[in-house]
């Protein structure tokens, strides 16, 4: 595959899956802010419980094998209905354990409601273990436009069935409609988006080539549980449903932008990396594309945040949550720190090296449960977010540095594309943060944050932009060539390469 057919491919991949998950983050802060205006943080931190559920059984059960789908070379054509057949499997097992457990669960955390929750949860873990594999297909073959049709409407159906549902009955049960409506169009659409039909069969024995990815997944998943879900079981218990409450939906807004972003990079470099992997210089390149990309997009929307996070969250959530500020902001710099680590981590696995990926998160797990418990207790919410945060930042490190070895190059150097978006960011922060101080003593919260965002994006934008031109093509393609832009930035532009005899490079 040529380097440009490839670029092409990326940009494409890049700017579906940023679109479904652009439409999908607008649709989920509508939810956020209306449900936190109609349900009561201890509605949240119910609701939480039986997500910590869900995902504690799920993660346990998860092994590689959809990774493997993705990053095998070859025809994955053998192994495709054993696969589907492991996952319906492991669906109604998992929903029935998670109705069978949903009483334990609620007198654990002193979460009586939790009960009701868990046991529609299970259904709906039922149905999404019947969705074919096409979604997965789709990101092997970078043809994402379909994903992104079917991921836009099951997100529509949850918001369209949760919001209702919530201001009708104040009850949190709607928020597992909700995830009912999505997971049953989620499963739908999946045999519509792509030609492939599974069948069912207990001949798992194709498997077997896929056992180094099925185990080493595995393990990761158990890792992940602890890294992810950790701090969650740790609030739910020691800090109670309300705190639980608020530190779930602080988080979930405060990773809308970041964490999405990381699972879109992870989603499109995972691919191209690993069509790549045997080609030095290209995944080279390839990654600090990715750096500088996730710099240049997550790092000002997580300034920006952090200076305005009181205003932010009494206007966007009602003063309420403002108990979970210091949280928030914390949990902020975690999600660029995240995004950063999936670019890493893409990389390494797409190099073979999905043990030592593995090993990373065992060292992140430890440190994460040693912070978690000691800040936690000192400190509360802001204590178990610094936990978190830190354990990632030791994560991205490691993967970063080991990386650079593996392909014989500086650890700085993978980060090279970052250096533009970052001297941007400071220069639109320290500008924004002056307005911000002085607007502030007026009390009006919205005109904070509209004459904050307006200096900070006027800064960042015409500053940033030359450097993601020059440097990040993919991005480049995305938001400038594929998105209308005011003609005052179009200068930014490079004139189009062109052959010798003259033809513009698109004429082959």
């Known amino acids: ?54 995902a504690t059984l799920e993660r346990l059960s998860r092994s590689g094998l959809a990774i493997a789908i993705v990053q095998r070379k070859g025809d994955v054509s053998p192994y495709l209905s054993a696969v589907w057949s492991v996952f319906v499997v492991r669906g109604l097992i998992l929903a029935a354990l998670l109705f069978l457990s949903r009483h334990l669960v609620a ?6 409601d939790a009960g009701r929750l868990i046991g529609w949860v299970a ?5 999404a273990g019947f969705a074919s594999l096409s979604i997965h297909l789709l990101q092997r073959e970078l043809r994402l436009k379909a994903r992104f ?30 995830m009912l409506a999505r997971n049953a169009a989620l499963t739908l659409g999946s045999f519509v988006i792509h030609p492939h039909r599974p069948r069912f069969t207990l001949n798992w024995r194709p498997l077997l080539d896929l056992r180094e990815f099925a185990v080493q997944g595995g393990l990761q998943s158990w890792l992940f549980l602890v890294v992810e879900y950790g701090d969650d079981a740790y609030v739910g218990k020691a800090l109670g449903d309300v705190a639980l409450g608020v530190y779930s939906v602080v988080y979930r807004v405060a990773n809308i932008l970041t964490q999405e972003f990381a699972r879109v990079m992870s989603e499109v470099t995972l691919p191209v990396f ?17 750096t500088g990309g996730t710099a240049a997009i997550v790092l000002p929307g997580t300034l920006f945040l952090v200076m305005v996070a009181d205003p932010f969250v009494s206007v966007v959530l009602g003063d309420r949550w403002l108990s979970g500020v210091h949280a928030f902001q914390i949990l902020l710099a975690f999600g660029l720190l995240r995004a950063l680590s999936q670019v890493m981590e893409s990389g390494l696995v797409a190099r073979g090296e999905i043990a030592f990926v593995t090993r990373v998160l ?17 400190h509360g919410l802001a204590g178990v977010a610094t936990g978190i945060a830190a354990s990632q930042l030791i994560s991205l490190t490691l993967s970063s540095r080991r990386l650079s070895h593996g392909l014989a190059v500086s650890w ?9 978006p970052l001297v941007a960011a400071a220069a639109a922060g320290i500008a924004a943060g002056g307005v ?9 919260d919205l005109l904070t944050l509209f004459l904050g965002g307006t200096v900070f994006t006027g800064i960042y934008v015409p500053m940033a932009l030359p450097s993601i031109r020059r440097d990040l093509p993919m991005i480049t393609a995305v938001i400038l060539d594929r998105l209308p832009v005011p003609a005052f930035l179009r200068h930014v532009r490079k004139a189009p390469e062109r052959h010798q005899d003259g033809r513009p490079p698109d004429s082959d």
Do not use: C
């Open 149 to 178: 049709r079917v991921f836009a409407v099951s997100g529509l159906l949850d918001t369209l069935v949760a919001i209702p549902l919530a201001i009708a009955l104040h009850d949190p049960i709607a928020l597992v409609y909700g």
């Open 274 to 290: 690993s069509r790549v992997q045997d080609d030095r210089e290209r995944l080279v390149r390839g990654i600090r594309e990715s």
């Open 123 to 127: 259904l709906a873990v039922a149905i």
């Open 107 to 112: 007198d654990f955390f002193n979460a009586p």
């Open 412 to 420: 700085t150097s993978l980060f090279a594309a970052s250096r533009g």
């Open 436 to 444: 911000i101080v002085a607007v502030s003593s007026t009390g009006s």
């Open 1 to 54: 595959m040529t380097e440009r057919r490839l670029r092409h491919d990326a940009a494409s991949a890049f700017g579906w899956i940023a679109a479904a998950k652009m439409f999908e983050r607008v649709l989920g802060i509508v939810r956020i802010v209306v449900l936190a205006r109609v349900l009561a943080p201890e509605d949240f931190g119910a609701f939480a419980v039986a997500l910590l559920a869900l």
């Open 362 to 378: 065992v060292i992140q797990l430890v440190t994460a449960a040693a912070l978690v418990l000691t800040l936690g207790e000192a």
